[in-house]
């Protein structure tokens, strides 16, 4: 089935440096993936959609300025989170659309801890 | 605008019930629905999708069922165990379009 890896699994920054976290289809080609912002005990939030090759699309009020997302190729987007504060932490997921059966498939997820 | 709702919040059953969670969409206009689960701390792991010309479709003790007309979806596991205990999470989509997801279930299975 269709697989989506995501790196690192854990992170913990001080304030002030920046985050990078990688998305990967193993197996299929994504021109779209899509990422969120979950805290505890909610459901997901979307923040942006990831074009390859293009800009991404963010979420109103999601600033585009400190999530820098790049999708340079078919297979791996990766979120930048800059200058991060405490107020960053949280868990991001990313996600990509396979063909029929398989539909969203979603990556493991990164925990960020500013401190 | 699309919002989905799941009910209950929150569920515990002891092991072997069957039961099933509701899902509830307010545009019927929708792609496909999927279904998730969502361990603590972890990402989501893909159920079931079932594609919008479809009535429902299953996997292992797993069956969920799709009524567009009425908005509707739901999740039945068949004999529950201890390991099925996580949150369920019910999304629509458009094609090509972005998840909206319903806020989950919260399912424990008691020894």
């Known amino acids: 089935g269709a697989v989506v890896s995501q790196h690192p699994s854990w992170v913990i920054c001080k304030s002030g440096t920046s985050v990078k976290i990688e998305c990967r289809s193993l197996d299929f080609q994504a021109t779209t993936m899509f990422w969120y912002r979950q805290f505890p005990k909610q459901s997901l939030m979307l923040m942006a959609t990831s074009n390859e090759g293009s800009k991404a699309t963010y979420e109103q009020g999601v600033e585009k300025d400190k999530f820098l997302i790049n999708h340079a190729s078919l297979t791996l987007s990766t979120l930048t989170v800059t200058s991060a504060h405490p107020e960053d932490s949280s868990f991001y997921i990313c996600?990509?659309?396979?063909?029929?059966?398989?539909?969203?498939?979603f990556g493991s997820g990164t925990r960020l801890t500013v401190v | 605008k699309q919002e989905v709702t799941q009910i209950p919040a929150a569920l515990s059953v002891p092991e072997g019930e069957n039961l099933v969670l509701n899902c509830s969409f307010t545009?019927?206009?929708?792609?496909?629905l999927q279904w998730f689960r969502q361990d603590p701390g972890k990402g989501l792991t893909s159920l079931l999708l079932i594609q919008s010309s479809q009535r429902e479709q299953t996997s292992g003790r797993l069956n969920a069922s799709l009524d567009k007309s009425s908005g509707r979806s739901t999740l039945y596991i068949a004999a529950s165990q201890p390991g099925d205990s996580a949150t369920y999470l019910c999304?629509?989509?458009?094609?090509?379009?972005?998840?909206?997801f319903g806020q989950g279930t919260e399912l424990s299975v008691k020894p």
């Open positions: 999304a629509v989509y458009n094609q090509g379009g972005k998840l909206i």
């Open positions: 545009d019927s206009a929708i792609y496909n």
């Open positions: 996600s990509a659309l396979d063909r029929p059966p398989y539909g969203y498939t």
